[in-house]
């Protein structure tokens, strides 16, 4: 036995813990002698003062067995404690009497050390073999390169003095399971039956006559539980412990320990322990991206950090882009290790479960591969056939037993990062793959076309779990989309976003959108304007109106040359380039292109359409602004009783036009009939689109203008707050909608005195107001006003 070996046991027969058993193996490993506690607890990724400790309760355990510990000093315990173990070791007559000799012929093991991220596992594997009242069995299940039979190998290792009638470790995948119990028990024990014996009755008389102690039986690799494992068990008796590993998932009547990928800090543990730290040090970040890449599978990490060792001049950089490009097939994964006990690569351990799939789970896993890496609705139920569902229900019950898919919940699985690339691989060899894409792209789309420009609370809850899966395509499989559909998949990706006010997880989608467009379609393409003027909007939306003005004119002049004067796309563009100039300050030219879509819409839709209305709507701000409020006010009423007529009671364009008709009130002095509006399109703001929407910090906002105006300050400061903050969280520190704010309450505060809150507040606004609207803009003129008035207070 080795000195290791023997340390493991010792260990295991004081009953450390995992913790203490890593502190005492490091500090009484023979090339450690020399080493400070602070050096191995460096080692072990733990404080000098955590290591101290550990090692305290390793010298309590211990004095157990040797008194003499008791009474020394700490320096001193560690050389008694040296001398007694190596004079058991060595069979010396002054050390305590050394145990009988526990037979077993379990494989060789990774040094203790060296196998990490698995303490959890190995104490419950432990007491789940020890509760039962019979044959205790349990199984370790998992997927290929998870680490199931290193885990018995260590369990059988640190315990080994906890049966004392042996280990008996049994291959279910080499020579009948049968004869490999006959001869273990022939050669540790000398039991010898007769060989004119049936099987069973060979294996009884070796049962009745085991050595004395329990017993651990390890069935290793089990793919077959009634003809490798049931008939060659032992008869009932609480002394027999029975361990399986297996890739298969067993019902429920079968004890398991299912085992999963490593922690993200294990996974780096376990990389460390094969690559130089100092290696791992220089690029960290890139370590983790390995690991995370790798889905942190014991197996996968191995051959990696191992083929790192062999290459001491590769960065850590280089080798994550060959294995993002070449993924399964780079050398470090592909093929076995010889210096490792396991014989296989990555893919070469897959392939094993592959072989057991019939052709309905193989072709299951390879659409499944088609989906991103995040959960997957996959429901059968939409199969009208019976037969045909049954079928479906077993590829998923085949897939699930053999740990190709993680059942998350009722109808969503998971793939594991490395599988999915191995589904993927195979998808690649068939003949089906490209029909398979195209299927798989048209289904995404249809998911797509289903999201609106403005979702709310609903449409968002719903949509969510396919988001991830709609930008797999639109980023891997966007060549699999029709022309005519091409930028669908885009656009909705970008109206999620957008319409909730994440400008900037929407910037990529509708840039990538104008790209693929411009790709596919040529530069003179209707989507091609479509897509320019989405990007334009959003740049509007967060004041980039230097960005957004010259993309509006490129998109109508376009959809002009290519669709004609006439259509509908030309008065949307009209509507927004009019937007643009509103929000600059340019009243005059923005009310000619709002007169011009307004008339447009009302020629190709008829009066009876929420298009008019959005531009009877877009037309009456205009009017507010620059003071015309008789005319703003009835083509406000006119939009609002469209929108219910239309859209009904509960919709997002219902709560803008309330509350506008209420700043238009508000505007005009008439209070009381603006505030119950401003609630109105609150609640309802909130109700259909979440308490953090950016539409929510404008009702917020105007709600804290009416209470500010009519004195009611305590009402409107937190308001206005509320709506800072979000603001700020939507579309950051530097936008108008922020100045305004920032404006409104440092004028709150100078009604009230706060004058050294005030003044700060009103530079921040007035700043923010020249830099992205220019010094001459409406609202800059008005924030200067107000700071000029600001000055001028004598009490200040």
Known sequence: MQWADFLANEAATHSLSPEQTAAFVERLKTENSGKSEAKLASELNIGAAAFKKRMTEV???????????????????????????????????????????IHQNIPPAVPFEKFVGREVELQKLHQQLQTSRQVA?????????????????????????????????????????????????????????????????????????????????VFDDVTNYKTQVQPYLPPESPRFKVLLTTRLGFDRTLPQLPL??????????????????????????????????????????????????????????????????????????????????????????????????????????????????????????????DNEQELWEKAIAQLRKLHLIQWQNKGIYRLHPLIRQFFQMKLDESSEADKLKTIFAALMLEVAKQIPPQPNREDIFNLTPFISHLAEVATHLSQYLSDEDLIGLFMGLGWFYYGQGLYQQAEPWYKLCIEVAKNRLGLEHPDVAASLNNLAELYRSTGRYGEAEPLYQQALELTKRLLGKEHLAVAASLNNLALLYDSTGRYSEAELLHQQALELYKRLLGEEHPDVANSLNNLALLYESTGRFSEAEPLYKQALELYKRLLGDNHPHVANSLDNIAGLYSSTKRYSEAEPLYQ????????????????????????????????????????????LELRKRS?????????????????????????????????????????????GHPHTIRVRGNYAIFLKKPCR
């Open 260 to 385: 999963g990928v490593l922690k993200p800090l294990a996974a780096m543990k376990l990389l460390k322990s094969l690559v130089d730290r100092e290696r791992l040090k220089s690029e960290p970040w890139v370590a983790r991206e390995i690991c995370k890449f790798l889905g942190y599978l014991p197996l996968a990490l191995e051959l990696v950090g191992r083929y790192l060792d062999t290459m001491p001049d590769l960065s850590l950089e280089k080798l994550h882009k060959r294995l993002e490009k070449k993924r399964l097939e780079h050398e470090s994964i592909a093929k076995a290790n010889p210096l490792m006990r396991y014989e296989y690569g990555v893919a070469e351990a897959f392939a094993l479960s592959w072989e057991q799939l019939d052709e309905k789970a193989q072709s299951l896993g390879c659409w499944l591969s088609l989906y991103a890496l995040a959960n997957i609705l996959f429901s059968v139920e939409w199969i009208k056939d």
């Open 137 to 217: 069995i349990v199984a370790v299940a998992g997927m290929g390169g998870i680490g199931k039979t290193e885990l018995a190998t260590q369990y059988g290792k640190q315990h080994l003095q906890n049966y004392q009638g042996g280990v008996c470790w049994l291959s279910a995948q080499g020579i009948d399971v049968g004869n490999q119990i006959l001869i273990f028990a022939e050669l540790k024990f000398k039991l010898i039956a007769p060989d004119n014996w049936e099987l069973a009755d060979r294996l009884r008389y070796c049962w009745q006559n085991w050595q004395q102690g329990e017993v651990l039986l």
């Open 59 to 101: 010298y309590d355990k211990f004095a157990q067995s040797y008194p003499e510990l008791a009474n020394s000093e700490s320096r001193g315990k560690l050389e008694k404690l040296r001398a007694c173990l190596r004079a058991k070791y060595n069979g010396g007559q002054d050390a305590q009497p050394t145990i009988k000799e």
């Open 731 to 775: 579309l950051g520190d530097n936008h108008p909608d922020v100045a305004t704010i920032l404006n409104n309450l440092a004028t709150l505060y100078s009604s009230i005195g706060r004058y050294n809150e005030a003044e700060p507040l009103y530079q921040q606004a007035l700043a923010i107001c020249e830099q992205t609207l220019g010094v």
């Open 680 to 723: 109105q399109a609150l609640e309802l703001r909130k109700c259909l689109l979440g308490d953090n929407h950016p539409d929510v910090a404008i009702s917020l906002n105007n709600l804290g203008e009416l209470y500010a105006s009519t004195k009611r300050y305590s009402e409107a400061e937190p308001l206005y707050q509320q709506a």
